[in-house]
């Protein structure tokens, strides 16, 4: 690829003339609000406009809105990249750290590169090479078998690459993973929440791990020290006067994941909250009553439910240190078991462990708050995608917070299985009623339409549950019918696609990704050894 200096030479539009030029050419229709949005990017990185024509916005998050920007080379070619634009307030080291991820380790092993950053002031614009891609959820149903199976193999190598530098990414989900279908392209984006394992080789992730503590990540930042093998520009003079951000009304709100997730259907869970279980503050030390999010959605809860089975409370788990030993919550307060709160348990400290990524993907010891988090977690949403894959649902797991993440989980690897796991972590986890662990190939091929929906061996709620593409509306939940095979989905299109005949390996593969358990749940480099894979590797 060009560097961008030699793109940079060729270049010599001003910021107006790109805007004109955008308005020549560019008929395409662009969204008032996103121009808006362009301009704004020209304004507070002018440097920007140097060297690329900002096009498109192509991806908007709480922490940035990513533009697709073209440069012209100097033989006269274009070429597109990626303009990833942090919020300002990110925290300088946390950009820093974004950054050194994706220098160090990134551009290759289907892991997104770096190829070049600005800054002007507060503003940094990470430019990376555009991979086009398609959204997982406009493709999950109509991947083949063979697809899906070298999708997962080509996110293991990432994930593999990755966590041999010690970057625990923690935000592993299908859209901070870009697939060009028709290209056979894989990239690993988005390293805005990674954290480092103690023997990390990313030497910021170090500093990112000793500040998570500290609580303000707002503050004013004079610089932001950049990677030493980043190449950075940074103009000389910021005398432009204050620019007027957009107000937030006039703001693009359509992320694909915003789209994702208006898309219902797909999902496998909806909102329903058994509201059953609690995953517990610690309850070794006893002081300080600031509750956290959770304990929150927990005491209101525990207030405005009526019928609730079990309420779920704040109560203490064994710590690290007093792990599995005598493990007996009810001798520590006399609340257990009840649907009250006592004292002792209001006045617990709240368990300080990193919880950032998307509930539905979040393994059950960050659900828990488990402290000790490790390149596990990654493999458990790696896990969470393969689940999409096999059952064609995304996203699978559709939680609005931890407890109920923990309560689909329940559901299908257990209750009693996520309780002993957690035990072993040093969670407490109750559930007022039990949950079978359901068999896997029964669940996805029920749920893909292989099967007949009316499998008994499967609770109502899935029973009951169609594949989409039938068209046809499910019937109320909690209604189980039995379904005719003529409901199942085209017998000779999951033929052609290779539904039918997933071997059992995959679902090996599977239950080690969706261990409970991190200490034994399956590594990235021991999964790309699975049978799955063999002739891949070969
Ligand atoms: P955020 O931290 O806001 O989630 P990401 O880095 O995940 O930011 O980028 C948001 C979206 O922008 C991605 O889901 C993807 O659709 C798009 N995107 C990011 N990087 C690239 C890239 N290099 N090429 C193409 N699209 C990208
Ligand atoms: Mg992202
Ligand atoms: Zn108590």
Redesign the pocket.
Known sequence: MATVESVAASSTHSAEDVKHSEKETNKRKIPRDVEMDIEYLYEVVPQLSRVFRITDKIGE?TFSSVYLGEAQKSDGTREKFALKHLIPTSHPVRIAAELQCLTVAGGKENVMGVTYCFRKDHHVVIVMPYVEHQAFVDIVETLSFEEARQYMYHLLKALKHIHEFGIIHR?IKP??FLYNRREKKYAL??F?LAQGTPDTHIELLKVVKSQKAQKDSHGKQALVPLPPNTRSCTPHSSTKAAVKRPSPQSRTKHTKELMGLCKTPRSVFGERNLNSITPQTDQTQGHGIKPTKTDDIIARKFVSTKRRPLPARALGPTSQKTKPVAFNPSLTCNCYMTDRVCNICLSRKQQVAPRAGTPGFRAPEVLTKCPDQGTAIDMWSAGVILLSLLSGRYPFFKANDDLMALTQIMTIRGSRETIQAAKKFGKAVVCSRELPRLDLRILCETLRGVRPCGDDSLPLEFRSSRHPADGKKAPPSGRAEKLSSADTRDATELHVMGWDRVPDEVYDLLDKLLDLNPETRITAAAALQHPVFKDIRD
Do not use: L, Q, R
Request: zero cysteines.
């Open positions: 998050g935000d859209t901070n984006v988005d805005g």
